[in-house]
C-alpha cells in the first residue's frame, strides 16, 4: 500500500521553526527593552540622588557664604576695633605724657635753679633758665638725664649775666621728650 502524505510535513516544519526564531526574537527583544528599562530606572534613580546631593551642597555652599561673609565683617570690624584703641593709647599718652613730663621736670628743678623758658616742638625740647653756680646747673642736667621721659639732655651754651640779686648763670639746655604710656607707672 502506498501511502500519500498529503500533509506539507516541510512547509509546517519550516513554519514551526520560524515560530520559535520568530518567539525567540520578541523573547529578546522583551528582555532586552526590560534590562534597558531597569537600567534605565537604576540611573533615574542615581541622578535623582546625585541632583539632590548637589541641591544640598549648593545650599552648604551659600550657608557657607554666609558665614564666610560674616567672618568678613568681624575681621574688619575688628580691624577698625584695633585702630580705635590705638587712637585712644595715642591720646592717653598725649594726655598724660605731658602731666608727668611736667612733674619730672618740676622734680629735677634744684633749689637755686630757675626756669625763665620752656619751648617743646614736635619732641624737641628748649629750656632756658638762671642759675647761682654752673654745679646746680649740671645737678638739673644730670636728674634729666636720668628721667625716663628725657633723653639726649645736653647744655647749650652759659653765660654770665647781671642780676638785682647778684651775679647768675643764665643757660640753655636741650632734650627730646620721651612720653610713656601711664601703663608703666613705677618709672620716673
Keep these: 500500500m502506498i501511502r500519500i502524505n498529503l500533509l506539507p510535513v516541510r512547509q509546517l516544519k519550516a ?6 526564531e520568530l518567539t525567540i526574537g520578541v523573547i529578546c527583544v522583551i528582555l532586552t527593552v526590560i534590562a534597558i528599562g531597569v537600567f534605565h530606572l537604576i540611573q533615574s534613580a542615581r541622578l535623582s540622588s546625585h541632583e539632590e546631593e548637589l541641591a544640598q551642597l549648593r545650599s552648604e555652599i ?6 564666610a561673609k ?3 565683617n568681624l575681621n574688619s570690624d575688628i580691624k577698625v576695633l584695633k ?13 598724660t605724657g605731658p602731666a608727668r613730663v611736667m612733674e619730672n621736670l618740676s622734680s629735677a628743678i634744684p ?7 620752656f619751648r617743646e616742638s614736635g619732641g624737641s625740647l628748649s629750656i632756658s633758665g638762671l642759675s647761682v653756680d654752673n654745679e646746680t646747673i649740671a645737678n638739673f642736667l644730670k636728674e634729666l638725664s636720668e628721667s625716663s621721659y628725657f633723653s639726649d ?3 647749650g651754651e ?6 638785682n640779686q647778684g651775679n647768675l648763670k643764665r643757660f640753655v639746655a636741650r632734650a627730646r621728650l620721651v612720653y610713656k604710656l601711664p601703663d608703666a607707672p613705677g618709672k620716673n
Design 83 to 95: 585702630e580705635k584703641l590705638k587712637v585712644i593709647d595715642e591720646l592717653g599718652k598725649q594726655k
Design 15 to 20: 513554519e514551526v521553526a520560524r515560530r520559535q
Design 70 to 72: 560674616g567672618v568678613t
Design 158 to 163: 652759659t653765660t654770665q649775666v647781671s642780676e
Design 111 to 117: 633749689n637755686r635753679l630757675w626756669l625763665t623758658e
Design 62 to 67: 551659600q550657608t557657607l557664604n554666609a558665614q
Design 153 to 155: 639732655v645736653e647744655l
